[in-house]
């Protein structure tokens, strides 16, 4: 018990010292000898819970995936088809209510690997949930799945690395009328009468 207690304590040492530095370095490399100092560990205790720096990273799409996806599953299919925007306000609500950290690497280019993986599995269990509630054939459901994702994403992207500045509410409005009507559903698109 102690020894799980140590381990856990450990792999929270080793992951508070990586958001610190990646944070801290933005998109340099970070070397395993500079993320033991901060940790407080040596290399041998971190190769005892990762094989690479790479690999750390990889645990945390994991970690955002399976923290979206729990997310997700509190709503019905139902909830979100006929409460449009609630898909965009779980997955809003879940960037501010974690820290910085998954902000940078949900919308940073340097770590696109983390995202791409976030957003196939996200596709993945939106597709599924269509697919059961739906009876819609999995091709469709995962065109409409990734419809959904990946413009949800790239405007999520846009705002948080400052190219819209939107408030929460209106580009939640926006995105939410895009994916509804399309480019046809924007006034501010047509040109304005003389």
């Known amino acids: 018990m102690a020894e799980d207690r140590r381990s856990v304590r450990t792999e929270q040492a080793i992951r508070d010292a990586y958001e610190a530095l990646v944070i801290e370095k933005g998109v340099a490399p970070i070397k395993v000898s500079e993320l033991t100092e901060r940790a407080g560990i040596n290399r041998k205790t971190f190769y005892l819970h990762y094989d690479t720096i790479d690999d750390l990273m990889w645990s945390y799409a994991d970690s955002i995936s399976d923290e979206l996806t729990a997310r997700l599953s509190e709503h019905s299919y139902d909830e979100y088809a006929s409460h ?47 697919r059961d509630n739906r009876q819609i054939d999995h091709d469709y459901s995962v065109l409409f799945a990734t419809f959904i994702v990946t413009n949800m994403m790239a405007m999520l992207r846009m705002q948080v690395n400052g190219y819209t500045h939107f408030p929460k509410k209106e580009i939640r409005a926006a995105i939410t009328k895009l994916n509804v009507s399309g480019l046809s559903g924007f006034d501010v698109l047509k040109p304005a009468e003389n």
């Open 84 to 130: 449009r925007g609630l898909l965009l306000s779980v997955f809003v609500d879940f960037l501010e209510t974690n820290h910085d950290f998954y902000n940078y690497v949900m919308t940073h280019e340097t770590y696109g690997h983390t995202d791409q993986k976030v957003q196939e599995r996200l596709i993945e269990e939106i597709a599924g949930g269509i």
